[in-house]
Structures are given as C-alpha cells and as structure tokens.
C-alpha cells in the first residue's frame, strides 16, 4: 500500500501520522512544494507582532523528526500533474530541477488554499504581499524594517491580525475595507461595530465602504494604495481579501467540485475519482445547523478531515462529524467568537429566527478586574432550537466560553438545554447567572412571545 | 394570593422577584433574620482577602429597592414556627421583641444551610469563626485587625478561598485538613495534589490526615488548635468542616426530608406538604448523570430552584431540570473545576469507569504566555457514554471550559460527542486540537480498548 499526501501543513500530516498508526506497514509519502512542513499557519501574524517568536517556532515537527518515524517527507518537491486512471502523479523537484512520476494507491490532495491576489494588487513593486505561508511571514517581516507606514487591504480575521501586528511594530495602520464592516460576513452588524471601536481605539485608521483601485510606487517600492476615496499613503501593504482553493489537481483527476468552488468530499474525505481523497482548506465540509455545504476553511477543521483522510486510506473507517462555523480571533484586547449562524445568515435561509443581546461582566461584577462581555444569542421561532452565538469579551480568553454553544449545537439543542445547563460559578469566573444562561433565558422569553 | 418566602438570600430572593413577575397581583412577603438580604454570599471569602472591596458590594439589592419593586422586605424576623394545616406562621420580630402570627397561602422555605460546628469549636473564645453570612465576614475582618497566625480547618473550598485570603493579608496560615487529601471529595487524587502544591507553592502549610481534638486560649481569646498531631498556634482560626441543611421548619411543617438528609421537594420545588416549596442550599436535586438525589448547595442551583419555586407559587409551571454536579473554585493562582462524577464517585455508584488525564497548555504553545492546563475526562466502557470531568488550570479562568462538558452531560453525550465538537481554535485561545478534545480522543481510544 502507496499511500501519497499532496500538502505537508495541517491536514496532509495529520493524515499521514494517522494513516501511519492505523496501518504501520504501509508506505506513505508527503510531497510538500514549500520549504517547511507542520507548521501553525494561524500563527504566522503572531510572528509578525511579537507574540511568538520566531517563525520556527511555529514548526511542530522537521522532516527529519518525521522520517524517524517512518514517514517519507519531500520538501520542495511540486506535484504538477496526476493521471487517475494510471494512479499515478507528475512531480517536479524543484531542487534537482526535474520531474518525475511517482505512483500512489491511495491520493489525498492536502493543497489548502492561496491568497486571492485582485488584478489591481499584481505587482513587481517591492513591499506588496500576501500571507499564506513562512516565506509569506519572512518577506513581510524584511519589508518591516524600514517602514513607517502600512496599508492592510481587507478586515478578514487575517487584516484585524495583521494590522495588531503592526500597530505592536509602531507603525500607523490603514485598514481598507471594500465591504460594510469589519470582520466580514461571519458576525452580524453589533459584533462588527464594537471590533472596529476596538481597532479606532488602537489607532486603526478603518476605513470600510473603499474599493481599491490601483497601487503606486516610488524606485521599484510600493508608496500608496489608490482606493476610490483617495490615495493611502503606504511603504508597506498587506492583501487580505480571501483566499481561493487550490483544486487545480483535483479537477485533473477528475474529481467534482461543489458548488462552493471547493473539492466535494463525502463524510469519508472521498472525492468522486476512485482513490483520491482531500482534506483541509481545500475541502467542503456540511454544516450540522444548515445541513448544507460549506467551504470555511479553518486550522481545527483541516486537522480533523485529515485524521478521516489518513484513517480512511490506511483502510480504516472513520467519518468527519461536520462543523458548526465556530471561529474566534483576537483583536487587542478583545475576543472575538462565532459559532452556529448570524442573525443575517438565519434570514438568508429563510429560517425563522430571533436574536437577542446581552452585556454582563465576564465575572461577578464586585469580584476585582470584572470586564465586560457581550452575547448575541440566535434561535429559531416555533422548534426553539439554537441556531447560533456571537460573542465580544474584553478579556479576551473569555470569547472561548463560545465552545458551550458550539458543543450544544452539534448535538441540534435547544435554547432551553442551554439556560439549563449546570454551569460552573464562583464569582473569579462568572455572575451566577453566567452571561450565557442570561442570553438563553432572554431568548427563550422572545421565542414564546415571538 | 399571600405567598411567603422565609430567608432572603439566593433561592428566596430569585422566588420572590420571579413570582412578582408571575402574578404582579400576588402579595409576596420575605421574613429574612438577618440584617441582609440578596447578597453573593460566594463572595464573602474575597472581601477578606481583597478581591472585592466591603461586604457592601456583595449587596445586589437593598430592602428599600425591593419594596420599590413591590415586594415586602422584613429583615430581623426569624420565622420560629409554622402550622401548615393552618397555613400560619410564628414569626419573631427580633427588632421588636415580639412574635406574631402570619397566614400564607403557598410559603417557600429558603432556609439555607448552617455551617457545621464540631462540639470542640463550640467555644467562647474570641477569634474563633465559621464563615457563612455577612456577619461572619465582619467578626472575622474585626479578629483579623492583630491577628498573626491564622489556622484553618477544613480544606473545602471556603477553607481554601480562606486560606488564600489569609495569605493575601499577611498572615502566617496552617491548614488542617481531616481527610486525605485537599479540595474535597468532589476531586480525584491527581487534582487534589495539584490543588495541594499549590498551596504549599504559596505559604500555606497544609496537614492533612489531621483531625482537630481542640481549643486552646489565653485571656479570653484563641491561642492553639489542638490536633491528633499536636498544637497549632493560632490567633483566628475559622472552622470550614462542612454545612448541614436547615430543615427545622420543613419538619415543623411536616415536609419529608431525602436520604441525604436535606428536604425532599419534586422537580416543581414542592415539599410533600401541600402549599409548602422549598428552594436552595436546604432542598435536594436530582444529578442527571447519576439520576440520584443529592444535596450539593451551590449559588446557582440555588437561584435557579428559586424562580422554579418562584413561577409554581405564583400559579406557573416550571420545573428544575437538575444539576450535573459542576463546581469551580479559583486557588491562587490556580483555577479548578468539576462536572459530573469522578472516577472514585463512579466506582462506588458501580459504573464501568474510566478516566484519562492529559497535560496540555490553555493556548497554543507557540503564543506568548501558554499556560499549563489538566484535564481528566472520565466515560463508562460499553455505553462511551461522557460521565464526567475534572480541570486545573494555572491561568484560572481557563478552569471555565469545564462548561463545555457540563453543557453534554446534561444532554447525556457520549464521549464522540465531546471529540466531534467543533470547539474554538486560535493560538491566543487554544490549541488546535484543543485540551478537551485530545482527553476525548484518548478517552475513546481506552474505551475502545477497555
């Protein structure tokens, strides 16, 4: 057994240190086109702002660690081609400078994503960038040292890291927003408020609504972003706008897309094509609260699928359970948190739902250093089931309390399972009422009165 | 109507405002012998130590904002009798040195619990304490003006949160303990130790497996404890060995008490005497995971059984839905928390128990300030099903995630259930896989095995 992983990051080597456990005798090979593998892609703005420190800090394990555990790691090595009938694959080694074909019994495409690069941000001039990988982080990290002055296009989860990141580096901030508000389409319009105060706060200059148009540049070296209300005076600009699947060798296969744009999988990480598999931030996944499929790639998630992938190749049998949109940032000094659906989302699918929003203190207000949390609560008319929450937490390890929801919502509970959940109280921790029983008692009122 | 609560703490309080708003035409009376009502007093220990700043602040609302509210307050009435074919109460008005007689049509007993007083500490001496109402706190402020050496005995968690706070003062502080081992029975061995060092890490000179015998005293004040293992030199010592329900009037009123020696009341908060309710620290609940009465009083299954009784007084129908035994307490720097059963709880219920225990950091490892956190997730061979859990935390409030597992166990979830959760990842706020979830997928691995 051949088992060959395209992608050395979170999915591809969690898929092969699964598949390698499951079935010790089989002959797995990671292909890697970069220079590093396993490494906390999340962490690379953290880099950049100082929290971690350095870039190989983030590398879990080297390829030599692997290989002492039997796996066969190729870095540098592009997979440019594969023949599915023939279970074979075009690999290029960049460093020898040539190509080979490698056969496989078993395929997983880990390829993750890439940055969306809009026309406007094609450029030669130096100082222009994306972050996607370690490289990415490195040439950032160079253009920082004579900069004074960034311009961050797009307020994703990775434009409010980076503009932190480079607020901790003392340079002044723009941060373009083509979009209504910060923090996209993943937190309805009180959320995204209260994140961009936080970023005023801090000295981001947020400016949402403004479409860029053109870049300029001085000497070969970016010195302005062109947007539709005027040009941003920048020495160094970040490109956040999205990313994109890399589904390039799954459609060679033959492998069908879904409608999202990314490679269709079934619960066994299975694409159509026989014996090719994908995992990770190129894969839909279904969400358990929609039933529909998703493409929200995500570090937990790509971890998850991976294991499936690994334990399904090995000749095992396990199935990924399908999420339910959690996710959570760091802004400052506030947390950040989503999980289920928004309000917006809800009414996007024609589902009946109400919301509410409560502000309490993260713990028992007489209690010292008690700060203030904010719970937007979702649930849906008539069956009372939960449908989603966002969370806003001025200490910021407080937006994890998220997971209580998250966790209820896998299991398709109702607002009344969540008000009477036991949970944890003593006033370093929480009111009495912990903020989340307040949300779901207030809600449960409007869904009878509703 | 006439509804009469007796005691104007948690459970009474929750009742009264509750059925005001049930049935704002109901006449709603709280006797309350003490000074204050509707006060935290989970925060009495952190007045001493600091953390909040007087016992005012503990006050959530006067007598006179109650009386505003439409409620009437009577502080200083201990209600001494009742005769519930009658329906009339014996209420001695302390104020006035007299007793009278009050008619209720439905009376809640929110009587609360009484610290436990061995026959050694029942003693004259000044500096010797129990600590269970304002009061208590404010003698121990006064003993604590010239006091040197403090010695504790009990290692619950007031014993704990007193000892920590008897630190934070300054004081010298020996902490005896009868038992094994700290923090309880609600904690397995590797927490207890945990719990242990780190009270040795910060002064506390902890004896367990020692019983206090006596008192010893000079000029009318506390100089020792005399213990199995000799004396204690102490100038204040508090007495934190436990607490028993105060079900006087329950009997009077001819209400049965359970097995556990607390009132029996069913899932409406009714006594076995018509008309008569009981709610809070004095009643029993049901645990879901065990599906057995117990008596475990805590603030928030006070409250809640207080608006249960609150609503079915006023002519509502609610219902509690039980408890799954989470509890949480902040040591030092240490924040600790349970749900469900331990693995020694399990064992003596007969459940084929297991239990795994998993190191990890609260973040990612890589992010600046990565914290050591401990999990044992305890589930039962056959079923998988989740039994319970048990946290350390060196940053406290990440104890909090405890929730999570109480919000399963509730809905009765299954080990797979915990492992499939789509839990919130980002390196400020946890690992990938975050801590709970590496416990459940170790756990099913045992399981499996086992």
Redesign the interface.
């Known amino acids: 057994m051949r088992i060959v992983i395209v992608g050395g990051v979170?999915a591809g080597m969690s898929a092969a240190s699964r598949a390698q456990r499951f079935d010790p005798a089989a002959e797995i090979v990671v292909f890697e086109r970069g220079d590093y593998v396993s490494y906390?892609a999340?962490?690379l703005p953290?880099v950049l702002g100082g929290?971690?420190?350095d870039f190989g800090?983030?590398v879990a394990r080297t390829p030599g660690q692997m290989r002492a555990r039997g796996l066969s790691v190729r870095l540098r090595h592009e997979v440019t081609g594969v023949d599915a009938a023939a279970r074979t694959l075009t690999v290029h080694d960049r460093g020898a400078g040539r190509a080979v074909t490698e056969p496989y019994d078993r395929l997983l495409l880990a390829t993750g994503v890439s940055p969306t690069v809009p026309d406007w941000a094609s450029s030669d001039l130096a100082g222009v960038h994306v972050l996607r990988e370690i490289p990415d982080g490195q040439a950032i990290q160079a253009s920082l040292q004579d900069a004074k002055r960034a311009c961050i296009v797009g307020a994703g989860?990775i434009g409010l890291e980076l503009a932190e990141a480079m607020r901790a580096r003392g340079l002044s901030v723009v941060l373009l927003e083509k979009g209504p508000e910060v923090a996209g389409r993943g937190f309805d319009l009180p959320s995204q408020r209260r994140v961009r105060a936080e970023l005023e706060k801090n000295g981001v200059d947020v400016r949402c609504g403004t479409g860029v148009t053109g870049l300029t540049g001085k000497g070969g070296r970016v010195s302005g972003v062109q947007t539709e209300h005027g040009l941003v005076r920048a020495d160094v600009v970040v490109v956040a706008v999205g990313v994109r699947p890399n589904t390039g060798l799954a459609q060679a296969a033959g492998a069908r897309l879904g409608k999202t744009g990314a490679i269709a999988v079934d619960i066994r990480q299975r694409t159509s094509t026989e014996g090719v598999y994908a995992a990770g931030d190129n894969a839909e996944s279904v969400h358990?609260v929609t039933r529909r499929r998703v493409h929200i790639p995500?570090?937990?998630?790509a971890?998850r699928m991976g294991r499936v992938a690994g334990v399904n190749m090995a000749g095992g049998d396990a199935t990924f359970?399908?999420?339910?949109?959690?996710?959570?940032?760091?802004t400052f000094g506030l947390?950040v948190?989503r999980?289920g659906v928004t309000q917006a989302e809800a009414d996007g699918l024609g589902l009946q739902a109400i919301s509410v929003d409560v502000s309490s203190t993260?713990?028992?207000g007489?209690?010292?250093d008690a700060r203030p949390i904010q719970v937007r609560l979702t649930g849906e008319r008539g069956s009372g089931r939960l449908l989603g929450a966002q969370i806003v937490a001025e200490?910021?390890?407080?937006?994890?309390?998220?997971?209580?929801v998250?966790?209820?919502?896998?299991?398709r509970?109702s607002v009344q399972?969540?008000f009477?959940?036991?949970?944890?109280?003593?006033?370093?921790?929480?009111s009495?009422?912990?903020v989340?029983l307040v949300a779901a008692d207030r809600l449960n009122r409007e869904l009878r009165q509703g």
């Open positions: 979170a906390g999340c962490g953290y929290d971690v420190d800090a983030l989860y358990r995500l570090g937990l998630t971890n359970p399908g999420i339910v949109g959690t996710a959570i940032f760091k947390g948190a999980t993260d713990h028992a007489y209690y010292a200490n910021h390890i407080s937006a994890k309390r998220i997971d209580v998250a966790a209820l919502l896998h299991r509970a399972d969540l009477d959940a036991d949970l944890a109280y003593a006033p370093p921790f929480s009495v009422w912990d989340l």
